[in-house]
């Protein structure tokens, strides 16, 4: 970390974008090194820039083979075994810790300060969420202090997930409701109602990612955030908003209107889930192919053949790629597909009748956040392989949950390694034929963070090196 500590007290933002406006506010470009002008929610607002790109992402969207390439396949055969977690440390990160250690000086004409706090432990709280479930045991009690701590200790997965669970607690008793409006939310227009409920949903989903290592925990902190009031209406959703110019446009439509690169395709393996079912989201996930039809893409070609590959397959769908298509991130219907597995698994009360309604419910609120109406949801749900079944509930959510978070890789991919559905193989020579279950350290680590570094990965939860094939602490075998 040595050669890159300028970066951890150095400001890093990455202009992108917000779907019911046509500009953003210029106060948001306020440069926050100068403290004479950076405000907290202009540093939030900053933040919140990062947001998109845990999603729209090269890498992230292979994990879980929703996207197969059509040229240059190297991303879909995890040649690449290590990556760099900097990004996230010296802009999002570093943006809201400035927040939290400056309160004092926090501007109360922007809206409460208890609640510029609050907003900043949410979003926090949900980027580390990110970089953990990527890379498992990573710096964070002793990170953000630039030179002062230039190699910070690896904290374990498991402490982090308590201290986030603490932060968003503390969040959420925090949010002031009357008069609470904070300015320079792009997001949620300063709406507080709506912040103290993402809070509670992320609560919920980090809660559920240990059903398999610590259930006891995970129910205790599942049924309080559930009571503390998560998401109501799709309305709820954090999701990220573009705008029609070549500053804030989404990821997707740079890669295929702007840089004319039709490389992305929906993967056999997703459109053999969806296609049987006549799943109506299909429509909006890929586009159809020449012949008219919808078709996914081997995933991994060893050797790419793009001329005769792309006319035969569906493409990633134009309605997600527009200039100003918004980026889904945590959303109504996930959230009741979480609800229906803690039902089933004795979580929450009402067993197989209320896991079936929430099941049922995330469908219906999946469909519509993905084609603007529900109307088609009646004939989907009458599907023999979609009805509820007790005996198949748990892959029967998963594999919902799964659709319905596309394109959004690295949150689908965390999921599949804690469910282990839908079934997902790779060919003998794709990392050996073994899906991923985590992302190496960054490469800059073992050279200048060597200790910490050394310690982390001798402390892998379930043995193994610093590859691609180890687990996290949640995945337990």
């Known amino acids: 970390m040595k050669k890159h500590l300028l970066k ?21 470009y306020e440069n926050p090194n100068k403290p004479s002008k950076a405000s907290g929610t202009q540093l939030i607002a900053n933040a919140q820039f990062f947001l998109p790109n845990l999603s729209s992402s090269a890498y992230g969207v292979h994990y879980p083979q929703y996207l197969s390439l059509t040229t240059y396949t190297d991303n879909t055969r995890f040649i690449a075994q290590n990556f760099d977690f900097e990004t996230w440390y010296v802009g999002p990160l570093m943006n809201l810790e400035d927040v939290l250690s400056k309160q004092d000086a926090l501007d109360a004409n922007e809206g409460p300060v208890a609640n510029q706090v609050a907003v900043a432990k949410i979003l926090k709280a949900f980027f580390m969420w990110n970089v953990t479930d990527r890379w498992g045991d990573v710096p964070y009690t002793e990170a953000f202090q630039g030179t002062a701590l230039p190699n910070p200790k690896y904290d374990k997965q498991e402490d982090i997930y308590k201290a986030l669970f603490t932060l968003l607690d503390e969040a959420n008793a925090a949010i002031v409701l009357t008069n609470g409006t904070i300015k320079n939310d792009i997001i949620y227009k300063g709406d507080m109602s709506k912040w103290k409920k993402l809070g509670n949903s992320i609560h919920m989903l980090m809660a559920l990612r240990l059903s398999k290592v610590n259930p ?18 799709n309305a709820d959703n954090l999701s990220y908003p573009h705008l029609a110019q070549a500053a804030h446009q989404n990821f997707w439509y740079n890669s295929f209107t702007v840089l004319k690169r039709n490389w992305y395709a929906l993967s056999e393996a997703l459109v053999n889930l969806m296609l049987p079912q006549e799943d109506p989201r299909l429509a909006v996930y890929g586009d159809k192919n020449a012949a008219g039809g919808y078709a996914g893409l081997a995933f991994g070609k060893a050797v790419p053949n793009p001329d005769v590959d792309i006319p035969k397959v569906s493409l990633l769908g134009a309605g997600i790629r527009n200039q100003d298509s918004p980026v889904p991130l945590v959303t109504y219907a996930q959230l009741q597909f979480a609800k229906a597995e803690a039902a089933k698994l004795g979580w929450i009360a009402g067993g197989d009748a209320q896991a079936k309604t929430y099941y049922e419910t995330g469908i219906k609120e999946s469909i519509k956040q993905w084609t603007g109406s529900d109307a088609s949801a009646a004939g989907y749900l009458a599907k023999p392989a979609i009805v509820y079944s007790p005996a198949k509930a748990l892959e029967q959510i998963a594999t919902q949950r799964y659709i319905h978070v596309f394109p959004y890789g690295y949150e689908g991919w965390a999921e599949w390694r804690r469910t282990g559905y839908p ?7 794709i990392n050996g034929g073994k899906m991923p279950r985590r992302d190496g350290y960054p490469l800059s680590e073992a050279a200048n963070n060597k200790a910490n570094y050394e310690a982390a990965v001798s402390a892998l939860p379930y043995g193994g090196e610093d590859n691609l094939n180890s687990r996290v602490w949640w995945d337990k075998p």
């Open 216 to 233: 006891t925990l995970g129910k205790a902190e599942f049924e309080k955030a559930m009571q503390a009031g998560d998401m109501t209406a």
């Open 423 to 429: 079934v997902l193989t790779l060919a003998s020579d």
């Open 8 to 28: 951890y007290i150095l400001f890093a933002l990455t202009p992108i974008a917000v779907a019911s406006c046509t500009n953003f506010d210029d106060s948001y």
